[in-house]
């Protein structure tokens, strides 16, 4: 096959495979999937997700960066969000953690997992990460101060029985999440766009415009790849509820607590990004893996809660939003980790192993608490 017919090929692929994780999704949304129905929606989740990493990366070549990191960033969190609140509608009593096991798993797996991999990958590949630490540990700021917020804090107080937040405390968390988030946002994207743009060795900024330049994609192109990559999105997320039921019986039959649910979902959600992470890793562009990372950590969170505070007034049940005393200490670890690996604006294969210890320890505490 000619590299020609290799890259028209490429091109088809990335536009059926997303269509057809659709019809799967829809052709199983509600029913009750048989074994052999359960990996043919798998494979299109895997699919979704190729396909969807194939078009973030056009629509970020189009926009540069930091658009590009963040719209793969919210485009993931919006459905994910969607997702918690319709199995949380779907779940019953059992679905009471449901929202902090996913979003204390996604927080973890962004910060630890595509932190680690990243800089790891880069590490290897280049010697040694650079990044900018001015943006980077803005980031990490943010996403600490809305993690305990939103998770830390429902359980200390004391106004409602149990590590939830009371009516009031809740409303408060959810108006100073989202707001946080856009104040970040605004940084991030107009007023210190600079902070969280790639660097060289040598600490100079690299020249992001003529980059996009060299070989951007057209305005139509990048549209249509910015639609793809938004059904590819809902089909990952809805595949992903597809196969919960089986994901769910198999902890069960484990014996293992069902918040490992909330940790698989996350792992499923998160894999475009982890893919388009570890992808400009490789390209020495590490500040763009961070910029997804932080960035969905954050937003997992800042949109997240706002969401969840408004579906209580329908949902029955408690919202259980604290977080346990070994989650606690993972967090705190993972702060103060972050911070000393940002702090440098540079990292070695160490500081890599150490973030993807982290996360194993947490997914081995999630198997096995």
Not at 61 to 87: K, Y
Not at 101 to 116: K, L, P, S
Not at 270 to 279: F, K
Request: glycine letters at 8%; one cysteine or more.
């Amino acid at each position: 096959m000619s590299a020609v017919s290799l890259m028209s090929f490429m091109r088809r692929w990335t536009v059926w495979v997303p269509l057809a994780a659709v019809v799967a999704l829809v052709l199983s949304w509600g029913r009750h999937l048989s074994p052999l129905a359960v990996v043919v929606v798998a494979l299109c989740l895997a699919g979704a997700v190729l396909a969807a990493v194939h078009h973030a990366e056009v629509v970020a070549h189009r926009v540069g960066e930091p658009f590009g990191s963040l719209v793969l960033a919210v485009a993931v969190t919006v459905i994910e969000v969607a997702l918690i609140v319709t199995l949380m509608v779907d779940g019953g009593a059992k679905s009471a953690t449901l929202a902090r096991d996913t979003v204390f798993a996604a927080v973890m797996i962004t910060c630890n997992g595509i932190v680690g991999l990243s800089l790891l990958v880069a590490a290897l590949r280049h010697r040694v990460a650079v990044f900018n630490a001015e943006g980077s540990g803005a980031a990490l700021a943010t996403v600490a101060t809305l993690a305990t917020m939103s998770l830390v804090l429902p359980t200390f107080t004391t106004s409602k029985p149990g590590p939830e937040f009371s009516t009031a405390q809740l409303t408060f968390a959810a108006i100073a999440s989202l707001g946080l988030y856009a104040l970040f946002v605004a940084v991030q994207t107009v007023r210190h766009r600079e902070y969280f743009l790639s660097v060289t060795h040598d600490g100079e900024l690299k020249d992001e415009e003529a980059a996009n330049r060299a070989g951007s994609p057209t305005r139509a192109a990048a549209i249509t790849s910015l639609v793809l990559l938004l059904v590819a999105l809902v089909a990952v997320v809805g595949d992903a509820k597809a196969v919960s039921p089986t994901i769910e019986s198999g902890v069960e039959s484990a014996g293992m607590p069902h918040s490992v649910v909330g940790v698989v979902i996350a792992l499923l959600v998160l894999l475009p990004e982890t893919l388009a992470a570890v992808r400009a890793a490789r390209r020495e562009r590490v500040q763009t893996s961070l910029n997804l990372a932080l960035g969905s950590a954050m937003a997992s969170i800042g949109l997240t809660i706002p969401v969840i505070a408004l579906a209580t007034i329908w949902l029955e049940g408690p919202l259980v939003l604290g977080l346990g005393a070994t989650h606690m200490v993972l967090l705190a670890l993972t702060v103060v980790t972050g911070a000393l690996t940002i702090v440098p604006g540079r990292a070695t294969p160490l500081q890599g192993g150490v973030h993807l210890a982290i996360l194993a320890a947490f997914v081995f505490l999630a198997v096995s608490p």
